[in-house]
């Protein structure tokens, strides 16, 4: 068991490790989500296990926090959700910084 002084204790850069840990998933560049998009793809036609969340509230902090928890891909539902194309964007630029892959569920199957 830790003593309260151990728990206290923060590393050279004064962060704890689970910050760190989950800072390391946050990339920087403009490519980060075409990177989260392609490990998700890959990951689909390797038929392996991945993690992700459906989204129905379109606030940027929303999936920043998905992201930043692990999901492998973040479901926009713009079918039954409070989510328009306006927020949509928003929402996406957010998980760009994160290797994370959005994906969407449009509200209709509709040509215009």
Not at 12 to 36: H, I, L, M
């Amino acid at each position: 068991m830790r003593t309260a002084k151990e728990k206290s204790k923060r590393t050279a850069d004064n962060t704890d490790r689970p910050a760190a840990e989950r800072s390391a998933r946050r990339r920087a560049g403009a490519d980060a989500g075409k990177r989260g998009a392609g490990q998700f793809r890959m990951a689909l036609l390797e038929r392996r296990m991945t993690l992700g969340a459906g989204m129905q509230i379109g606030h940027p902090a929303v999936a920043e926090i998905l992201a930043d928890a692990g999901c492998d891909w973040v479901c926009v539902d713009l079918e039954h959700g409070a989510i328009g194309i306006e927020s949509m964007t928003d929402v996406f630029r957010t998980l760009a910084a994160f290797d994370c892959a959005p994906v969407v569920r449009v509200p209709a199957n509709d040509p215009v």
